[in-house]
C-alpha cells in the first residue's frame, strides 16, 4: 500500500491510538508517526514498547508538521488539547479525532481551528474492553465500521485522503451526519453500555446473592453485561455526558418496553412474552447474516448463554 | 471413565439434551441412551443424525427400565411430562431434569412421583444460542457448573450418582437450595436475559433508526445483546412465568439504579458516573479471575466492544 501521510501525530496514547499505530506500521499507511500524551507513565511506557516512531513530552511539539492530527483523547478533553495545538498546526493539515460522539466533538473542536486546516471527525466502531498504551493490537480495525462527518470546514480532498487512511488500517468507511450519527449510537451502544453497568451495579449491590456467586455463575448471561461493562470509565462518563439528549431518549424508551413486558411476566401473558422473544430471535439472525458476527460457538465465548 | 448409570432416558431432544448424549458417549458414562420428543419430526432428526441408541415414539417406552430419566423440556411442560411417565419408572431409579428454574420444577414434578423413586433436580449452567436436536455438541458442559438442589424425596446414594454422572459430562457440581438458586439465576441470567430482549425491542421498533444501521453497526455494544436475546423462546417464556417473583424484584433493584444513572446523566454529575463505572469494572476483572471468561481477543468476538 502506498503511504497516505508523510506524518501523522497521535494526541493520546490509549487502545485507539495505539492500535492506529500498529495498523498504519503493519500496511505502511504512513511515514512518521509522533505521539504525545499527557501522562509522564504513558509516555514511558510508549517508548519502552516502540509506540510511535517519536514521542514528544508536548503536544505542540507532536503536531509540527504533522499532515494529519488524530485527537485520541476522551470526548470531554477535546476542547483542552485543541486550544493548546491549533496555533501549531501546519497550513493545510487535516486534523480528525476518534470519539464515540460527533455533535460535541465538532462543537469543542471547531470554533478553534485555524481557517487552513481542513476538520474530518472519525469515530471507529472498535474497542475491547481493555485500555492504555499497550492494549493496541494492529488487527483492531479489520473489517469494522468507521464512521465519518461530513463537514464543512474540510474540502473533498481531504475527506478523502481520510477515507483512505483508514481503508487502510483495514476499516469500511461510511459517512454519517453528526447527530444521526449520535442517535444511532445511543441505540447501539451508550444506551446498551449505560444497560449493561446498571445490571452489574445491581448484582454486586444485593446483599441476598454474594458477589462470589455471582461471579462464579456469571456464565449464564450475566457475564456478557461485564464485558461491556468494564469499559474504560472516564471515556464513558463523556459519552454520556456529551450525548446526554439521545441517550436518555432511548433510556426511556427502554424503560417503557421493560415496564410492559414485566407487566406481562406480572399477569402471567405468556403469548406476549412468546412473541416478543421469537421476534427478536430474528434481529439476531440478521446481524449473523450481516457478517457482524459468528455464529460458531468458539473457545467457551459464545456457549452457555441460553439454556440457564 | 467406568459408566454410572446402564439406561438413561432423555425426555426432549433439545440443545441440553442432545449435548447430555453426546458428552455422554464421548466420555462414556452411560450405557444404553435411550431418547423421546414429542415431535415427530424431531424424532426423525435425532434418528437421522444417530442422537441416542434407541429413539421411541412414546415417553412411556422411553423409560421404560432406565435407571436414570433426565426431563429436558421446557419448564412449563415437565408437569404434562411427568403425568405421562410415572406410572412406567422403573423402581429405585433416578429422575432429574435440566430446567432453569428449581422451585417450579420441583413443585410440578415431585407430587406425581411414586414413592420409590429418587428426585434429583439439576440445572447445567451451559448453553448457546441455538436450539432443537442438532445444536449439541460433546463439550458444552466442560469446566461449566451444574447446580443440584438437595431434595428431600432423593437418597443421599442417588444424589452421588447423579453428581458422577455431571462430573462424567464435564461440569463441576455444587448443591444449592431450591429458592436461593432461583434469585442467583434471576441475577445472573434471567433479569440479563429481559433487559437484552427489551433493547433488541427497542432497537427495532424506533423508527428514526432503521434496522439496517442498527444490524450493521451493532458491533459496538448492541451485539452483544443480541447474543444472549436470540435465545429459545418457549423456554424463556416458562423460566419468566415461572420464576417471576425473584425475576420482578431484581428487574425492581434494576429499575430504581437505572433511574439514579439517568438523573446523573441529567444533571451532569459526572463524578457520581465515573465512581460507578470503575466499580463495575473490577467486577469484571473477579469473573475473568474467577476463570469464568477470557481476556484475550479472539476471532473478533470481544473486540470492538469499548471504544464507541
Known sequence: MSQIYDRVALIGLGLIASS????????NVSGCVTGFARSKKTRDTAKKIGLCDEIFDTAEEAVKDADLVILCVPVGAMEQVVLKIAPFLKS???????????????????????????????????????????????????????????????????????????????????????????????????APHLIAYTMVGVAEDLGRVTNSEVIKYSAAGFRDFTRIAA?????????????????????????????????????????KLLNYFTHTRSIRRGIIEAGQDIEAPNFGRDIEIDQN
Open 20 to 27: 492506529i499505530f500498529w495498523a498504519s506500521k503493519r500496511n
Open 92 to 190: 493545510g493539515a487535516t486534523i480528525s479525532d476518534v470519539g464515540s460522539v460527533k455533535r460535541a466533538v465538532i462543537d469543542a473542536v471547531e470554533p478553534h481551528l485555524p481557517d487552513d486546516v481542513n476538520f474530518v471527525p472519525a469515530h471507529p466502531l472498535a474497542g475491547t474492553e481493555h485500555s492504555g498504551p499497550e492494549s493496541g493490537f494492529a488487527s483492531l480495525f479489520d473489517n469494522r465500521w468507521c464512521l465519518l462527518t461530513d463537514h464543512k470546514t474540510a474540502d473533498k480532498k481531504s475527506q478523502n485522503k481520510v477515507v483512505s487512511f483508514w481503508e487502510g488500517l483495514g476499516a469500511n468507511v461510511e459517512f454519517m451526519e453528526a447527530d444521526h450519527h449520535d442517535l444511532v449510537l445511543a441505540v447501539t451502544s451508550h
Open 231 to 271: 469499559s474504560d470509565p472516564t471515556m464513558w462518563r463523556d459519552v454520556f455526558l456529551s450525548n446526554k439528549k439521545a441517550t436518555l431518549e432511548i433510556l426511556g424508551r427502554f424503560t417503557e418496553e421493560l415496564f410492559d413486558l414485566q407487566r406481562a411476566i406480572r399477569t402471567e401473558n405468556g403469548d
